[in-house]
């Protein structure tokens, strides 16, 4: 089945530690991003990444950091010096643009809590 | 920057319609899409519109008219499983998304 896994589906730390989300997919998608959604707000991107070792900032890049050393996988960092870390994060990937719709897909999420 | 506004709650009878609003303001435009979202879970993509008019899938349809920056998505013959958060996003000339805040439909019996 090919789709956008993303390990775990909760996760707890204390305040101070950086911590790292994984995301990995199989669906042959060049691009890959990272979104952070709060309750009542929409989904606001912190890093993405169009192609393997490149990646740029989103709106809400600071205290967080990418890699892209593989087209699959596109952990995200989130450190200590993130103010309110907690969140439910979403990673999502699609097609390029020239394959028409390019809607993105997905991932379940990973809800992260900070005490 | 974009702004994309949609309302924040809507409730509806089962078996009726629904129609959500989507107003956006970019400095440039290819695309905007409709995303159904249940709580805790993950997106899933629903429609997309880059030129005007209607696009109809099933049950859904949506709505683009770029020279108003405005879209709607409709729900016809609503379902229970309906019940959910429905995304507005606004693609500009690159890969990136800009999401509205969401719009919860609460379906009721």
């Known amino acids: 089945d090919g789709g956008i896994t993303q390990s775990p589906k909760y996760l707890f730390r204390k305040e101070g530690q950086n911590v790292t989300l994984s995301c990995e997919q199989n669906?042959?998608?060049?691009?890959m991003y990272w979104y952070r959604q709060d309750p009542g707000q929409g989904l606001r991107l912190i890093y993405y990444?169009?192609?393997?070792?490149?990646?740029q900032k989103g709106d809400i890049a600071e205290g967080y950091s990418v890699s892209r050393e593989k087209k699959e996988s596109f952990p995200l960092t989130v450190t200590s010096a993130q103010k309110n870390p907690t969140a439910f994060y979403l990673c999502?990937?699609?097609?390029?643009?020239?394959?028409?719709?390019?809607?993105?897909?997905f991932g379940p999420g990973t809800r992260l809590t900070v005490l | 920057g974009q702004n994309i506004d949609q309302p924040t709650e809507m409730t509806a009878t089962e078996g009726a319609i629904v129609q959500i609003n989507c107003t956006y303001q970019?400095?440039?435009?290819?695309?905007l899409f409709w995303y159904q979202q249940h709580a805790g879970e993950a997106p899933t993509f629903l429609s997309y519109?880059?030129?005007?008019g209607l696009e109809e899938k099933g049950r859904f349809s949506s709505f683009l008219s770029r020279s108003k920056g405005y879209s709607y998505l409709l729900l016809k013959e609503l379902q229970m499983k309906d019940s959910a958060s429905y995304l507005c996003?606004?693609?500009?000339?690159?890969?990136?998304?800009?999401f509205g805040a969401g719009t919860t439909v609460t379906v009721r019996a």
């Open positions: 999502a990937s699609s097609p390029p643009l020239a394959g028409g719709g390019n809607e993105q897909f």
């Open positions: 669906l042959n998608h060049d691009a």
């Open positions: 990444s169009q192609i393997v070792n490149d990646f």
């Open positions: 970019t400095s440039g435009f290819n695309g």
């Open positions: 519109n880059v030129l005007d």
């Open positions: 996003a606004v693609r500009e000339y690159d890969y990136k998304l800009s």
